[in-house]
């Protein structure tokens, strides 16, 4: 695992954009999670998009911050909608663009219907200058999550369609980052509430940062 001041300078260059959507600005450029309702933002060099829901792989929004060069890593489903030039991956695949390591892992639901496993929908882990960044995606707790290694859990917590803050705790738990951000709320379903549960869940456990929404 990388040390702590790597892992602060990683989360100084991490913005929050609501919901699931984050930014990292990189030494390879600007890269995107599930970018929606985006205002605007620098031209990205790399976009993960982990399913095709209409929150999570939006035409409009990706059009806003894709360039000539940009890299887009999706599953098929989103790929249909975005055209020509995209990597598509499954849960397992690995790959390296512009000197990020890119994990595919499995992101499903256990008790409810909306993320089939089938479906082979995805979360992210990234590497970038020796930080390993997970990003769920659409997730409930899955058994998978106990064989990461990462220092940064990007993690959603408002229930429904996903795990509920204290059932997101449990997964922390498992995976035992060096630092957990909860996300995927304040949009759709889930408000701070949920994500103060959740860092109160993990007092003196795991170290959690709630970051505060940026346009």
Known sequence: MADQSAIERQIKSLHWLGHDSFRLDSPAGAVYFDPYELKGGPLAA?????????????PEDIAKIRGAKTVIVTEAQCAQKLGGGVKVVKPGDSLEVLGIQIKAVPAYNTDKQFHPQANAWLGFVITVEGVSIYHAGDTDHIPEMSGLDVDIALLPVSGTYVMTAEQAAQAALAIQPRLAIPMHYGAIVGDEGDAQRFAQALEGKVPVRVLAKES
């Open 46 to 58: 790399l976009i993960l998009c982990s399913h095709e829901h209409f929150d999570h792989c939006v």
